[in-house]
C-alpha cells in the first residue's frame, strides 16, 4: 500500500497536459504526493479536500484565473500560509507585482528551468513549514 498519508501534498494546478507532465517529471524525485487540477474549480475543490502543503498555479486557466484562485485561497485561513507558485506564459512589466499582490509566494516564467524548479519547490516546502 502506498503510503501517501505520509507524504507531502503538493497540488499543480495546469490546463495544459503536456506542461502538467512535465512539471510532475520534474517532481518526481521529491517524492511528493502530486494531486492535479486542470482548471480554478478543480483547484479549489481538490485544495479544499486535500490541504495540500504547496499549490502551484497556473496563472492562464479557462474561466477562473490563477490569480483569482489564488485569491479566493488566501481568503481562507486554512491556506493563508500555504506556499503558491505562479507559473506564466508570458509576464509584462508590472505582472510580478501583480502576483504577489493577489497573494503568489514566487513566479516562475514559462517554460520552467526543469532543474531550478524542483529546488524552489523544496526550498518554499521547507519555508512554508519552517514555522513562525
Ligand atoms: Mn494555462
Do not use: W
Not at 4 to 22: A, C, F, T, Y
Not at 73 to 90: Q, V
Not at 115 to 121: G, I, T, Y
Amino acid at each position: 500500500m502506498a503510503e501517501s498519508g505520509s507524504q507531502v501534498k503538493v497540488l499543480i494546478v495546469e490546463d495544459n497536459p503536456l506542461n502538467m507532465r512535465l512539471i510532475e517529471m520534474t517532481l518526481r524525485t521529491g517524492g511528493y504526493h502530486l494531486l492535479r487540477a486542470a482548471d480554478g474549480e478543480d483547484a479549489l475543490a481538490m485544495a479544499r479536500k486535500e490541504k495540500p502543503s504547496l499549490i502551484i498555479m497556473d496563472i492562464q486557466l479557462p474561466g477562473m484565473s490563477g490569480l483569482e484562485v489564488t485569491r479566493l485561497l488566501r481568503r481562507s485561513p486554512e491556506f493563508a500560509g500555504t506556499p503558491i507558485i505562479a507559473l506564466t506564459a508570458y509576464a509584462m512589466k508590472g505582472d510580478e507585482t501583480r502576483f504577489l499582490e493577489a497573494g503568489c509566494s514566487a513566479y516562475v516564467p514559462k517554460p520552467i528551468d526543469i532543474r531550478k524548479f524542483p529546488k524552489l519547490v523544496a526550498d518554499m516546502l521547507s519555508r512554508g513549514s519552517g514555522g513562525g
